[in-house]
């Protein structure tokens, strides 16, 4: 049986070419463009573009914030060194120096590794950043710092974005932890606070003073912590000369930081880090919430605790706990190793149609190029004597 010749519409039209060279170029330059995009949005490589560049495209305090951050944990990691406390890789994946252990005699509750990873990475002084202008804090301002020893990484970050916004943080410690904080007798929350302040992490300019501790853990008193450990660990904080309170009630414990914390100005702000007894009382409404709770949203208006106490005085709060729920809420990647390209770009970018643009040229770009190379071919092969157009 004889083979029938292929319909006009399908035989080729002259001889086969080779891929247009406008083709060829832009699928390479999109596939590196793909490669280097993680690499080009590393907070390392975003701060090394001209100083043009960032201030548009970029959240320059972000930036700061972040790499103030990255300095205090090797400040904390020095520290460690000199007193032999290890890295542990496997917890601390991005050894940061901030990941404690799974348990202790200072551990008062249990805690997520991978929520005191995200607190821990210098994308968390950016996200700290971003939530303080949200409530207003900005040059000048005064931010009151309750923090449990749950999550050193938001400690220092507040203290780094506090900093770069130009706020004064003042900061009442707890020396409690849940697991894998700050719940290594050798290292609570105020030796982490301490370490960076004496490594030299913070740059001039920034106001920042540990004015307060107590035990934390039940009632505020260390309860369920072991006693000497406890011992030991208010008596490093009271010998740089930090008032120290064991309260005997959930007033005391609230009237003691509201006395330190806005001595001389009253604070503009609360950030409170962790579930310290102190900062919600028992009130599990506000021990939930996170993330910015302004004064008259319903949250917190009755009830004893220093989160309703600002909050009835018209004081904005910030509250970093249940941390994959705050990732979640902007947009981010829980338990994201660090410089992770999708946080960085949505914490270091500026969220505006000109930021949009300039991520976009680069495609933009090669696409023109592309068919601009294809209408080139075109022409030439139109104009060639075996162009075949019949």
């Known amino acids: 049986m004889a083979l029938r010749p292929l319909p006009r519409v399908l035989r080729p039209r002259g001889k086969p070419s080779a891929p247009c060279p406008g083709f060829v170029l832009l699928c390479l330059a999109l596939a590196s463009y793909a490669l280097a995009l993680p690499l080009l949005a590393r907070r390392e490589a975003l701060s090394r573009l001209p100083s043009a560049v960032r201030a548009t495209l970029l959240d320059e305090k972000a930036l700061e914030a972040a790499g103030v951050q990255a300095a205090a944990a090797a400040a904390v990691r020095s520290y460690r060194d000199s007193i032999g406390l290890a890295l542990d890789p496997d917890a601390d994946r991005d050894m940061t120096g901030l990941v404690g252990v799974p348990y202790s005699g200072t551990t008062t509750t249990l805690g997520k590794l991978e929520s005191k990873r995200s607190a821990a990475t210098p994308e968390a002084a950016a996200l700290v950043v971003r939530l303080l202008r ?26 780094a974005a506090c900093g770069a916004v130009g706020a004064e943080a003042r ?34 300019g920034y106001s920042i003073s540990v ?60 950030l409170t880090i962790g579930g310290n007894y102190a900062s919600s009382g028992a009130d599990l409404d506000v021990a939930l919430a996170t993330g910015v709770i302004e004064p008259g949203a319903g949250v917190g208006s009755d009830g004893v605790g220093l989160i309703q106490d600002y909050l009835r005085d018209g004081k904005p709060v910030v509250q970093l706990l ?32 000109l930021a949009a643009a300039c991520a976009l040229a680069p495609m933009l770009a090669l696409l023109a190029a592309y068919r601009a190379g294809v209408g080139r071919t075109r022409r030439r092969r139109d104009a060639s004597p075996d162009g075949n157009r019949s």
């Open 134 to 159: 949200e409530v207003g804090v900005g040059p000048g301002s005064v931010v009151a710092v309750n923090a449990s020893g749950s999550f050193p990484g938001f400690v220092l970050a507040s203290m």
């Open 171 to 204: 900061l009442v410690l707890s020396l409690g932890s849940s697991s894998w904080g700050a719940n290594d007798p050798r290292l609570c929350v105020a030796d982490i606070a301490f370490a960076a302040i004496d490594g030299g992490a913070f740059p001039a």
């Open 211 to 270: 004015v307060g501790a107590t035990p934390g853990g039940a009632d505020d008193r260390g309860l369920d912590m072991d006693p000497e450990s406890l011992r030991d660990m208010l008596a490093r904080v009271e010998a740089r000369g930090v008032p120290v309170l064991v309260p005997g009630s959930l007033e005391e414990s609230v009237a003691f930081r509201r006395r330190v914390l806005d001595a001389g100005r009253e604070a503009d702000a609360l």
């Open 322 to 353: 249940n941390v994959e729920r705050l990732y979640r809420e902007y947009g981010l990647s829980y338990d994201a190793p660090e410089g992770a390209a999708a946080n960085s770009v949505a914490l270091y970018v500026r969220r505006s149609r």
